[in-house]
C-alpha cells in the first residue's frame, strides 16, 4: 500500500510563511511527478506546482515568485515553501506524487488527505 503523508498547513497572517511537506511511504518502486493541488472552498482543485523527477518546474501563475517546490528524492519527500501569503492562497492543499508500486505496476497517482492553510488576519 502506498500513502502520502502532509504536514505543514496552519493559520497565518498576510505576507507570511509556510511550509508544507509531502512524504511517500509503503511499496514504491518509482516516483515520477511529485506536485502541490489546492481546493479552495466553491472552487475546483487546482496546480499549484509540481516537480518532476527530470525536466522543468511548472508553478501556477498565481504563485510565481512567491512558491517554491523541492524534492528530497533520498526519503521520497516534495516540499513547499509559501512566502507572502494572500487571504486568497485559503484552501486545502493536497499534495500528488505519480508513481509506479512495482515494475510490473503502470504509474499511478496518488493522493495525500489535504491539509488546511488559512491566510487571515
Known amino acids: 500500500q502506498v500513502q502520502l503523508a502532509e504536514s505543514g498547513g496552519g493559520l497565518v497572517q498576510p505576507g507570511g510563511s509556510l511550509r508544507l511537506s509531502c512524504t511517500a511511504s509503503g511499496s ?11 481546493q479552495a472552498p466553491g472552487k475546483e482543485r487546482e496546480l499549484v506546482a509540481r516537480a ?20 528530497d528524492n533520498d526519503k521520497n519527500t516534495v516540499l513547499l515553501q509559501m512566502n ?24 499511478e497517482h496518488f493522493w495525500g488527505q489535504g491539509t488546511q492553510v488559512t491566510v487571515s488576519s
Open 28 to 38: 514504491i518502486f518509482s516516483i515520477d511527478t511529485m506536485g502541490w493541488y489546492r
Open 52 to 71: 518532476p523527477s527530470l525536466g522543468t518546474i511548472t508553478y501556477s501563475d498565481s504563485v510565481k515568485g512567491r512558491f517554491t517546490i523541492s524534492r
Open 84 to 107: 507572502s501569503l494572500k487571504p486568497e492562497d485559503t484552501a486545502v492543499y493536497y499534495c500528488n506524487a505519480r508513481m509506479q508500486r512495482s515494475a510490473w505496476h503502470k504509474y
